[in-house]
């Protein structure tokens, strides 16, 4: 049997299990802008035992390399963006909700860091069917010579209940050229006033050094995306209006009035590949976790909040970085911008293996997830996340006021998954679904998306 086969035959045995499931910070650096030695502990994981295990149940498979998946609240369905471009709805899987594959630059079998990335649907979209898509689209005609791609986010007019939905709907609200063709983030997110927030990489390569890597603030490394504010949007999280044509920037964002570009709502990052709102709405706004994905040492997430700059490339999580020898730390870094803005640190971090001796978490890739508000009281408030070789484990992380978040591992019984997590999504009643596969490229047809369960 092909693998559409598969799908198609796993998702109809398994509908009715996802519908049951739908109802209607860190350490102070201290100093100043110039090199210093740092003198503070490190935010590595603190030891703890391992969690009990949590169960999973499956609910979908047959993906290639499924990205993300969205649940919008008064739709039955949940719909899964598999990163070759297509977008599958749960219970219509006889052919993809939306295909997009055209639109989407050719992609290496084996990793890939490009493709069909994010979805949003719109917070009214049972009503509207507004479903907005991140995807990596080949060079343009103004694309500058020698960039890799185009990075897209364009909205789609779909009707949530058909089986399938036309492409020919689509209309772009933002495009960026993207230098390379790694660190492209993906992650969309409605706040709670209903403007939408965009997560963008530095632009790729290593370091965020090179071609397409604007010179910043910092005198000791030369160029950086994640510290320049006026030159391009990349290392950044944005935050626009989509009720404009094609957009709008709110009136409150951190830059508008000032020097930078009034769409960056927060800055200083390397790989944003998933993030998620942090409790609800807030009189101060929205609060994001962000994982950041490291180079060479650490891998983090941080408590996003506007105007803060979040350190990448003068940081890698809590420690100094220098893109001329990534897996050294160099004896001293700014912890404040020539401006005086603090570069804010992350609530989580983990190294990679054999950087630290003794670690209890450890990864090279990180996969940023939820607040959970579930039915598993074990894990209720906690914050689940994961590494992309996740080799059968999931992390908790314990919120704290002040300082980083304790994380530990939970191995995750019964149900075979695959070895690497990809993405994690949350249904209206707070349950949490993680996305794997068998394979860490973008081939195949071992994606599988499954539910959390005790």
Do not use: K
């Amino acid at each position: 049997m092909t693998a559409d086969g598969t799908r198609r035959r796993f998702l109809r045995r398994t509908a009715g299990v996802l519908l049951a499931g739908f109802a209607g910070c860190g350490s102070q650096r201290g100093g100043d802008a110039t090199a210093t030695p740092r003198t503070t502990a490190t935010a590595s994981p603190t030891p703890a035992v391992d969690r009990p295990g949590v169960d999973v149940e499956p609910v979908a498979d047959g993906f290639a390399a499924p990205a993300d998946v969205a649940m919008p609240a008064g739709v039955d369905r949940a719909f899964v963006a598999d990163q070759p471009g297509r977008v599958y709805a749960t219970d219509a899987p006889d052919t993809p909700f939306l295909d997009l594959s055209d639109r989407v630059v050719d992609l290496r079998a084996g990793p890939d860091e490009r493709g069909l990335l994010g979805l949003a649907p719109h917070p009214d979209f049972a009503s509207n069917g507004r479903l907005f898509v991140r995807y990596s689209a080949p060079p343009q005609s103004s694309t500058p010579a020698g960039y890799s791609h185009t990075f897209v986010l364009s909205e789609f007019t779909v009707d949530p209940t058909a089986a399938s939905a036309s492409p020919s709907s689509e209309r772009v609200v933002l495009e960026i050229a993207q230098p390379q063709s790694n660190h492209n983030a993906g992650s969309l997110a409605f706040g709670a006033d209903g403007t939408l927030f965009v997560g963008v990489g530095d632009g790729g390569g290593g370091g965020d050094v090179g071609r397409g890597h604007a010179s910043d603030w910092y005198e000791r490394i030369r160029g950086g995306n994640g510290q320049d504010l006026t030159e391009n949007l990349l290392g950044s999280i944005l935050r626009i209006d989509v009720e404009g044509d094609p957009y709008t920037v709110p009136d409150d964002n951190p830059l508008v009035g000032e020097d930078g570009l009034d769409e960056q709502w927060a800055w200083g990052f390397r790989n944003p590949w998933r993030f998620s709102i942090d409790g609800p709405p807030s009189t101060d706004g929205d609060t994001l976790l962000v994982a950041d994905a490291g180079q060479a040492r650490y891998e983090e997430v941080s408590r996003v909040q506007a105007g803060e700059n979040y350190g990448w490339n003068v940081h890698e999580g809590t420690h100094c970085f220098d893109p001329s020898a990534p897996t050294e730390e160099p004896a001293g870094c700014p912890s404040h911008t020539l401006s005086g803005a603090q570069l804010r640190d992350p609530v989580i971090e983990y190294p990679h293996p054999g950087v630290e001796s003794g670690a209890t978490v450890t990864g090279i890739a990180i996969v940023g997830g939820y607040r959970y508000r579930g039915p598993i009281d074990e894990f209720d408030g906690r914050y689940v996340f994961a590494d992309w070789r996740a080799d059968g484990r999931l992390f908790v992380a314990d919120p704290t006021e002040d300082g980083p978040w304790p994380v530990s591992t939970v191995p995750i019984r019964g149900e075979t998954v695959g070895s690497f997590v990809r993405a994690f999504g949350r249904d209206p009643d707070g349950r949490l679904y993680v996305l794997t596969s068998d394979h860490g490229g973008t081939a195949g047809s071992t994606g599988a998306l499954h539910r959390l369960v005790t």
